[in-house]
């Protein structure tokens, strides 16, 4: 289907950019996600919105010029988030490139900025490649990433005692990037990987990958992928009595994820996230004000999108400049501290905060809707995201 | 790659039952391209619909699974009978390019609206109790529902074969393809024919939707990632052929639950492979004839 309409999307987008202005009479900042697809619910639209409520926050003006939010679903396709991205900076004179989920729209997208040389800030994409080997001095990488989910699952999955894995991966940047990151750490702690399955992207039946799983006697099944390819995996998991046999660690489950499924589905989950709107007042008070408006509680994206445009916003004011360079410099020297994380912004543009290893409540235990999660552990930020040690990128040497 | 007997044995039963889906959206599919010539693109929306449906019945209204099975193709049967009688009536003298769009822009309407109601992520619904659990077959684990979802859905095939190739209804339905005028002169109802066969083949469509509701995460997706291998299927098959269509069906469930196996990158993509192949050597289809 997506085929069908990806060419006369991308028409109209084409169409619709012609006649923009050039001059730069406005701060622009513009979001490429998955607006449509089997992301759509962890980040999407909500994201957007998140953005936009940062935007109105902020007062709507920066610098004196008005703050303007450009979306477009990229669809999951690497091709269209760059040329979306180029079409904008040429035309719209962007000012700030906000990249949305799937690592592959994300890695293609920082490449444009940097050739571009425009701020890039990136939530939902999750490939630790962003910030090593394909670092750019112009990518932020904000919320996450696939070092911080193996470090935090992967590490306290294999802790109790799950030393043999077995992967079900996404065939793509994310889910081969996420299961190497895991198979490392759980090696590293003495653990076994016995194989692994790669499966198409929105796969919708999963059975045949289980009974798979389920034969090779694994004790834990890694779940290298997101969104409804997770939903999917755990939900025919279930049905196939593989969660008998085998453990289950969801590597990147979201919010949304849970609440789609049901807790009787995923009581017991381990999983790690950034964020979690009930941790304390201030998550809370932002928790209340994004589901007053949606009628669902913010993913950890969502509320890192507020945070993250937040952050770019006072960087511009205080470097009384919309330039790259100048602003990125900016972002590295200053401290962020807000309802969803405390940490600084590091030299290959990684934003080192604690992240939270989590389990998914049981029916019982949860008191409210979108009470889901439980805190297991705060994971401490240097020692979750990629080491000085471990890190290849040329910016932090 | 070795691959144990019982690992291929499981691998072959599991790609029956995703053949099952196939067949069953297949067969509407050719039942409908057979009479009214139209390329149905809407069949995936409403074939999630027919789920949709049927979760919403348990949630607001507590209907469970056993009444949905025959009440949600009602339902969307009754809605096919409206698109056809309000929108598709009138493009049958044009070209089939212009069926497929309309279908396809119903489509975008439909899916679009479930999707701002309930998002992608989808709505969990569970299996009835009555075939929750699962056999051990000793080589593998087969969830009772799977078994369900192949006896049931070949059962409704066969019988839509049977109804059209060997009783008089079948008889008029496939005079009705060959030469309507003629029939019509018979004074058969020729119309409402077309009518009931749109909406008879959007039922087996939201058919095929409630048994997969349990199986896979209710959502307003759910149709487009089928679809396209379903006219893939259908192209295979050939066109409006109806045991072509069931046959296919099982047939590419089989070997694409084969690939998860050997090749697992791949199985989205060898239908379409097939398909190439296909189309190369006999361009009407495996059980299609030429014109």
Same mark, same amino acid.
């Given at each position: ?22 001059? *730069? ?35 709507? =003006?920066?610098?004196?010029?008005? %703050? ?6 990229? *669809? ?12 904008? %900076? ?36 999750? +490939? ?40 079900? +991966? !996404?065939?793509?940047?994310?889910? &081969?990037?996420?299961?190497?990151? &895991? ?21 919708? /039946? ?27 995996? %755990? ?21 949304? /994820? ?40 913010? +993913?950890?994206?969502? !509320? ?30 200053? =401290? ?46 240097? *020692? ?12 932090? =040497? | ?9 499981? *691998? ?97 309407? %439909? ?14 619904? /569970? &299996? ?42 079948? !008889?008029?339905l496939r005079a009705g393809t060959e030469n309507p005028r003629l029939v019509e002169a018979f004074g058969v109802n020729v119309p409402l024919m077309i009518t009931l066969t749109y909406g008879f083949g959007v039922a087996l469509a939201a058919f095929a939707g409630v048994l997969a509701a349990p199986v896979i995460q209710v959502s307003p997706l759910m149709g487009q990632n089928l679809i396209i291998v379903v006219f893939a299927v259908v192209v295979i098959g050939g066109m409006g052929s109806i045991m072509g269509a069931i046959l296919t069906g099982l047939g590419l469930g089989v070997v694409e639950g084969l690939t998860k196996v050997f090749y697992p990158e791949a199985s989205s993509t ?22």
């Open positions: 289907m997506k085929h069908w309409i990806s060419p006369i999307a991308l028409a109209c987008g084409l169409a619709l950019a012609a006649g923009a202005a050039q001059a *730069q009479d406005k701060v622009r900042i513009g979001f490429v996600t998955d607006m449509s697809s089997l992301y759509s619910d962890v980040e999407g639209k909500g994201g957007a919105l998140a953005i936009q409520m940062a935007i109105d926050d902020f007062g709507g =003006k920066v610098l004196g010029m008005p %703050i303007e939010l450009l979306t477009a679903d990229h *669809q999951n396709k690497a091709d269209i988030a760059a040329s979306k991205a180029r079409e904008w %900076i040429d035309t719209q004179n962007l000012t700030m490139l906000f990249g949305g989920t799937t690592s592959s729209t994300g890695l293609a997208m920082a490449k444009v900025a940097q050739e571009k040389k425009r701020v890039f800030m990136v939530n939902g994409a999750g +490939t630790s490649a962003l910030t090593n080997e394909q670092c750019s001095p112009y990518t932020v990488h904000y919320a996450y990433d696939t070092v911080a989910l193996a470090k935090g699952t992967g590490g306290a999955v294999v802790d109790q005692g799950g030393k043999s894995w077995f992967f079900l +991966t !996404a065939d793509y940047a994310f889910g &081969t990037a996420l299961e190497a990151d &895991t198979s490392k750490v759980v090696k590293e702690k003495g653990g076994t990987v016995v194989g692994s399955v790669k499966h198409p992207l929105n796969t919708s /039946d999963f059975s045949s990958f289980l009974v798979q799983a389920q034969n090779s006697k694994a004790q834990i099944l890694g779940l290298a992928n997101a969104g409804g390819d997770t939903i999917n995996a %755990i939900k025919a998991a279930k049905e196939f009595g593989v969660t008998k046999t085998m453990k289950l660690a969801g590597l990147l489950v979201f919010v949304s /994820d849970i609440h789609s499924l049901g807790l009787k589905n995923t009581e017991g989950l381990l999983l790690t996230t950034s964020w979690d709107w009930n941790l304390d007042d201030r998550t809370r008070a932002f928790g209340k004000k994004y589901f007053d408006k949606t009628k669902r509680m913010p +993913t950890d994206l969502q !509320a890192a999108d507020y945070s993250a445009t937040m952050t770019y916003l006072k960087a511009v004011e205080a470097a009384k400049s919309i330039d790259a360079d100048k602003v990125m410099a900016q972002l590295k020297s200053m =401290k962020i501290d807000d309802f969803y994380a405390k940490g600084t912004i590091r030299a290959d543009g990684r934003f080192v905060h604690d992240m939270y290893l989590m389990q998914v409540k049981s029916p019982a235990e949860s008191k409210q809707a979108w009470d889901y999660y439980k805190v297991v552990a705060k994971l401490p930020g240097e *020692q979750v995201f990629t080491t000085k040690a471990e890190s290849k990128c040329a910016l932090w =040497k | 790659m070795s691959v144990s007997l019982p690992a291929l044995l499981s *691998q072959l039963l599991l790609g029956l039952v995703n053949g099952s889906f196939y067949a069953m959206l297949s067969l509407g599919l050719a039942v409908i391209f057979g009479l009214l010539n139209v390329i149905n693109f809407a069949h995936g929306a409403l074939f999630m619909m027919g789920a949709v449906l049927t979760w919403m019945a348990m949630n607001y209204f507590e209907v469970n699974y056993w009444v949905m099975l025959v009440v949600a193709p009602v339902i969307v049967g009754l809605f096919g009978v409206l698109i056809e009688r309000l929108l598709l009536r009138w493009i049958y003298k044009l070209d089939h390019l212009y069926g497929l769009l309309l279908t396809l822009g119903l489509t975008l309407l %439909i899916e679009g609206l479930f999707r701002s109601v309930y998002g992608v992520s989808g709505l969990a619904y /569970d &299996t009835p109790d009555a075939l929750s659990g699962a056999f051990n077959l000793g080589f593998m684990i087969l969830p009772k529902y799977r078994a369900w979802v192949v006896v049931a859905s070949l059962v409704v095939c066969v019988a839509t074969w049977f109804l059209i190739e060997k009783t008089r209804i079948g !008889a008029y060898v239908v379409f492979v097939i398909m190439v192949i296909v189309l190369l050597i006999r361009p009407a289809g495996l059980f299609g004839k030429e014109k």
